[in-house]
């Protein structure tokens, strides 16, 4: 339905239905889900524009999965209309969209997975952390949590030098950040490990890379980080471009993940020093006596593909 404007009808309901799939149309109906998909449990909305409306209403007792992409230049849309997602069965929530005026999550009693991707400039860094913030402060039950580069730095523009982050995951088990190996972001990244105590897996996606200013530490040694010392056990390192930093990283995790077993590190390209990087890395301490190191010498998706798949 290509530039198509949808105007769902109000006087009859598809009760059978449980799969919905809009691309590319415009909507036009604040309530998507009210009665007219009473057993509707996978919806996707896929580079649709929002038209006019003030409201996007999703709200269904029958939903699992809510998917809300649009990677066009289509902010005007968002940024005039609110999204409120209140289903009380939703186990997967995916938003990778431009950040709208308002993102209202209530009663998602049953979340599991949550990714959250903002395509947006970097003007409106603060304004994507509060939203963040928000949006995860009413999903600390979920189990996996994925993050966009944008999403990590609107937070270190909110919590920037806050010890105590105001949300804890005590059911988090896994962890996926696309990141720069910088201050900002690796500041985030304690965080939610701080606050993240049962954490079983750690996935980042390495980013440009800038650096962090030399007096700045990863951690505290006085400060304790509960999943690195009984609950973290695979870490894996994607976009690795083998930068001294991304080394000070690898040491860190080899030093504090106490009983960690995989530490996977995926080269961002051929790499013809894999052999000594991989000899200086297996001289690094390990707190774990039973950690294997693997370098995978292949070439990852393109920064275009990771975005398209990231929700």
């Known amino acids: 339905m290509d530039g198509s404007v949808l105007k769902l009808p ?45 409201m996007v209403d999703i709200a269904s007792t029958s939903l699992v999965y809510v998917s809300i992409k649009n990677f066009v230049d289509n902010r005007v849309s968002f940024v005039n209309c609110n999204i409120k997602i209140s289903c009380p069965n939703l186990k997967v929530l995916k938003y990778g969209a431009p950040l709208a005026k308002d993102i209202i999550l209530e009663n998602l009693f049953s979340i599991e997975v949550v990714h959250l991707f903002f395509f947006d400039s970097d003007d409106v860094m603060e304004e994507i952390g509060m939203c963040v913030h928000n949006m995860i402060k009413n999903v600390v039950s979920t189990s996996t949590l994925k993050l966009c580069h944008s999403s990590i730095g609107g937070l270190y523009n909110v919590f920037h030098g ?27 990244m304690m965080l939610l490990l701080k606050h993240s105590p049962n954490l079983e897996v750690l996935d980042l996606f390495s980013d440009e890379n800038y650096g962090w200013d030399e007096n700045w530490k990863l951690h505290d040694p006085s400060e304790s ?20 930093k991304e080394i000070e990283l690898l040491r860190f995790f080899l030093k504090n993940a106490q009983v960690l077993e995989k530490l996977i590190v995926v080269w961002e390209c051929y790499n013809d020093i894999l052999e000594e990087v991989s000899d200086e890395v297996s001289k690094f301490p390990r707190a774990s006596s039973h950690v294997v190191v693997s370098f995978l010498n292949f070439k990852p998706k393109s920064r275009s593909r990771y975005r398209d798949n990231f929700v």
């Open 10 to 54: 109000n006087h009859f309901g598809f009760h059978q239905l449980k799969f919905l799939h809009l691309e590319e149309v415009e909507l036009s109906n604040e309530h998507l889900t009210s009665c007219l998909f009473s057993r509707l449990e996978k919806l996707k909305l896929d580079c649709c524009n929002f038209g006019s409306m003030t």
């Open 162 to 188: 806050v010890r105590n982050f105001p949300v804890t995951f005590y059911k988090l088990k896994c962890l996926k950040l696309a990141v720069a190996i910088d201050e900002s972001c690796m500041e985030v």
């Open 225 to 244: 980080v509960v999943c690195l010392e009984s609950h973290l056990k695979l870490i894996q390192l994607a976009g690795f471009k083998n930068e001294e």
